[in-house]
């Protein structure tokens, strides 16, 4: 595989149906056993040292951004979305600082009058609403704070091999586990899970031995590792392990946060039929702030290759599912994003 996946439309043009079968089928359930590509292999009917290098070939490319775990900041640490209205004569500046701040990992601007959007993740409340604090004081801008109060859908797993106008525009409906999420949680982690997720949060290594190698690493049993990411696993810290497909590279890049002013008694009946939508891919509660103008509730978000068909498919919700007043956040640039950075959280802990 030579062509870059930069090219536009070209990234698809060197991959073949093994290639294919791998970054739309293991975005997770990847195995967790010692040699996990010799367990891919088998199933893709190559080899576990080709199931190896094809991984490599398609990070290299740019299609997979990493390989290994999704991690779940809100069940480790604290976490909440923020938003500024940042002056557009400093928008630069007021990025700097926050986007200086290691606990921010991802910040956008977004085509609203809250036009800065951005995640703090951090080891307790009193971290993450500290550092909030000091952006406020620094940037001199009132900082709206959006934790998530209950997950009814998140998974930006989703076929990208494919001519879609919308992710999941050929799947039928999808499976809502609604979870409920507390600002005050901290998950209870073990001296080892603590040290494994610090190891982990860049990804795994790409080799023939991935959980092997952490192991060595953490000088621990790599059975131990096995049995501990299982756990996470299982406990929710992690939420998959696989190949993280890099969606803007695929061409879904006409992504909409929209926002819902939904009736609280209807909350969760409209939350769990929304997420079960296919072509939804995030569903959250996040909680209102009247006392900044910002009545909605109800959180969504539609990634897409065509910005018209993102747009149909945001009438055809409100027309069908969500008849409510709501507002439609393009997001217009990338600012940062990183994954969140755990060595405070899991000290916390």
């Known amino acids: 595989m030579s062509t870059s996946a930069t090219d536009g439309d070209d990234w698809r043009a060197d991959i073949d149906s093994i290639d294919a079968a791998l970054i739309d089928g293991y975005q997770s359930d990847f195995p967790i056993v ?20 094809r991984v490599e070939r398609l990070r290299e490319a740019g299609i997979f951004r990493r390989f290994g775990a999704v991690l779940n900041p809100p069940v ?8 500024v209205r940042a002056p557009e004569d400093r928008f630069e500046e007021v990025a700097d600082v926050v986007n200086g701040y290691r606990q921010v990992n991802h910040n956008y601007r977004r085509d609203h009058e809250w036009n800065m959007w951005f995640v703090v993740t951090a080891g307790s409340l009193e971290t993450r609403d500290r550092i909030i604090s000091e952006i406020e004081s620094e940037t001199g801008c009132s900082v709206l704070v959006l934790p998530m109060l209950t997950d009814f859908y998140i998974d930006l797993e989703f076929p990208v091999v494919n001519g879609d106008r919308f992710a999941r525009e050929s799947i039928e409906s999808t499976t809502v586990d609604a979870t409920r999420i507390s600002e005050t949680a901290a998950a209870d982690l073990s001296a080892l899970e603590c040290a494994l997720l610090l190891e982990i949060q860049d990804g795994f290594p790409l080799s023939a031995t991935p959980y092997r190698d952490v192991a060595a690493s953490l000088d621990t049993p790599v059975d131990d590792v096995l049995a501990a990411i299982k756990r996470l696993r299982s406990d929710g810290c992690i939420k998959r392990i696989g190949c993280v497909v890099n969606h803007i590279v695929t061409g879904f890049d006409a992504n909409c946060m929209v926002v819902w002013n939904v009736p609280d008694a209807d909350l969760d009946l409209h939350g769990e039929r929304v997420g079960e939508l ?30 018209d068909a993102v747009d149909e498919k945001i009438d055809e919700l409100a027309d069908e599912q969500l008849p409510f007043e709501h507002e439609r956040l393009y997001s217009t640039e990338t600012l940062k994003q990183t994954g969140a950075r755990y060595e405070e959280i899991v000290d916390a802990s």
């Open 76 to 83: 480790i640490g604290s976490s909440a979305l923020a938003a």
């Open 278 to 307: 296919p072509y939804v891919t995030l569903c959250y509660h996040r909680p209102r702030r009247p006392e900044q103008g910002w009545p909605y509730n109800l959180f969504t978000m539609i990634h897409g290759r065509d910005p």
């Open 34 to 53: 010692e040699r996990p590509f010799e367990r891919v292999g088998e199933a893709l009917g190559i080899d576990g040292r080709e199931a190896l290098e």
